[in-house]
Structure formats: C-alpha cells, structure tokens
C-alpha cells in the first residue's frame, strides 16, 4: 500500500483549556502528530477547541451561535480525527469530554448503507500532562469515538507524563524524550497506513 499517493486529510481537535495565542504542550504534541503524518501524504489542520463556542449537548446544533456544526463540518471532510487533551485531575480536560458528548449526535446520521457517517474516518489520540492519567483517558477516547464509528489504528496513542507533582510542561522540555518522539512516529504511520486503507476499502453493509 503507497504511503504517498491518495490524498488524506486530518483534523487534530486539541482540547487545551488555554485560549491562543497562550502556548499549549496539548496543541505542540498534536502539532507533531500532525507534522508525522504529513511525512505520509497527509494534509493537517489544527483547531483549538475552547476558541470556539461550543455548547454544551448532544444534538448536531444547540443553536444560539452554537460553533459544534462549523468544526462538525471540518470532522466530516476529514479523513483522520485527533482528539488531543490535557490531563486534569487524572481526566481528559471538560473541552475534551464536550467533544465526545456533541459527538454523541453521529449515532443518528448514517449514510445510505445505514452506517454512521463516520464509517472509514479514523481516530486517535493525544494526552500530555504532569501525572499519570494517559492510559485511563486515551481508553475513554478509544471507546467514544469506538462508539459513533471511528476506527482506532495499532497503538492509537501518543502521550507525555511528566513526573508527579512536579511542574514541567511538555511545551517546556527544550526537546522532545525520545520515546514519546518514536510513538508519535510510529501513530502517524499507523494511522496514515489505516486511513488509507479504509478509504480504498470501505466497510461492508451489514
């Protein structure tokens, strides 16, 4: 299977509880996930959530400038969704949980084989934080987007704990560890290679 031909496309939905143009460790590792599939002929975007009004809910528009139907747009085109959060608390931020919740809504929107309309789109996960949390978010990302019909490609996860009770910020590191380099390599292939071969093979009808 090419890992250059057939153009891709991803959206990187990065769930910082900042608002830009304040730095984000959550926005720079999702930026390299982004920048390693782009070495996979995929094409990236990156949208900070909390910019946006997003309220809260689980229908396709809340109404009253509710900002969820423009970014359901950009998730729609894409081929590939990065769900990126920061760790609070040992949770994914409440930015990141209004995402799963508005995505929610896609288990009534099927196409026409009656699938949901994210049927072939692939998903995956970012968390950075300064305790451990990564393993105990990244499954609660897995099993909402699971939900509504994303894929979930081989070691769908790139993280960074940092040491307990300590205050170091992955954006503060002045280098990426080279573990957490190699995973995001490695997601970036995995999920470029399974996009791809979704997108040539769709699933079946039930």
């Avoid at 939900?147 to 300590?166: K, L, R």
């Avoid at 954006?171 to 995973?183: C, N, V």
Wanted: hydrophobic letters at 35%; glycine letters at 8%.
């Amino acid at each position: 299977m090419s890992t250059t031909n057939d153009s891709l496309t991803a959206l990187a939905l990065t769930c910082s509880l900042k608002q830009s143009p304040e730095p984000s460790s959550t926005d720079l590792l999702a930026q390299q996930l982004l920048d390693g599939l782009a070495q996979h002929g995929v094409t990236g975007e990156l949208v900070r959530v909390v910019d946006h009004d997003v309220r809260p809910g689980v229908e396709l528009d809340m109404g009253d400038g509710d900002a969820w139907p423009a970014l359901r747009e950009k998730v729609m085109a894409a081929d590939i969704l990065i769900l990126a959060t920061p760790t609070w608390m040992g949770q994914q931020s409440s930015i990141c949980q209004r995402v799963l919740e508005r995505l929610d809504a896609e288990l009534s929107e099927t196409n026409d084989a009656g699938q949901p309309q994210v049927y072939g789109k692939v998903g995956c996960a970012v968390v950075v934080g300064n305790e451990d949390g990564a393993h105990h978010i990244s499954s609660v990302i897995f099993q909402g987007l699971d939900d509504v019909g994303f894929t979930i490609p081989a070691q769908g996860v790139t993280y960074w704990n940092g040491e307990a009770m300590h205050t170091t910020d992955y954006k503060d590191l002045g280098s990426t560890p080279e573990k957490t380099g190699q995973t995001t390599r490695t997601l970036a292939a995995n999920t470029a290679h399974l996009a791809r071969v979704l997108k040539a093979q769709p699933y079946p009808s039930a």
